[in-house]
């Protein structure tokens, strides 16, 4: 092969690692969260923007979803230890799950953070066409999506990016 062939084929395959290495990287998260508009089941009207300047966790669930009701202890844990600092959480749950399943597990389970129920699958849109259960989204004071986690929430990890937008408020 000539030079400039290898030359060619190198600066190909960069372009392709540096475009994979985007594509998988989850510094990529560092997008603005989308300013949904939702409806708790208490009636208030919550806007994402309004949050802004306090680190927010939005978690999409359903009241049938095994992983959900495993990572809800941790998330009221999280949130009670937290919530004072500056903390929210946003349990939303799906548009299919009924809505008196949803209160009567809020109030089982007696979940001290904000929950919503996205009765027209609008707030699972606007985060990116939210299909899987659970699937969480950490948003930093400034606004942006930092972290995403479809399943299990990794609580140590989140906990520990939490403390650090905390200290930086």
Not at 81 to 106: H, T
Request: aromatic share 6%; with cysteine; hydrophobic share 45%.
């Amino acid at each position: 092969m000539k030079k400039k062939d290898i030359l060619i084929i190198s600066f190909l395959a960069v372009v392709v690692l540096a475009a994979a290495g985007l594509w998988l990287s989850p510094s990529v998260l560092t997008q603005a969260a989308p300013d949904a508009k939702l409806q708790s089941i208490d009636g208030r009207k919550i806007r994402l923007s309004e949050l802004h300047g306090r680190p927010v966790i939005v978690t999409f669930w359903a009241t049938t979803c095994p992983g959900c009701l495993e990572e809800q202890p941790h998330l009221v844990d999280l949130y009670n230890r937290l919530n004072d600092q500056g903390l929210e959480i946003i349990g939303i749950a799906m548009s299919y799950d009924p809505p008196n399943q949803v209160m009567a597990l809020q109030k089982k389970r007696q979940l001290p953070y904000t929950i919503a129920i996205d009765l027209d699958g609008s707030a699972a849109r606007a985060f990116g066409d939210v299909k899987l259960t659970p699937t969480s989204f950490l948003i930093s004071p400034e606004g942006h999506i930092v972290y995403k986690k479809i399943g299990v929430l990794n609580m140590v990890k989140l906990e520990q990016t939490i403390q650090q937008m905390l200290k930086k408020g």
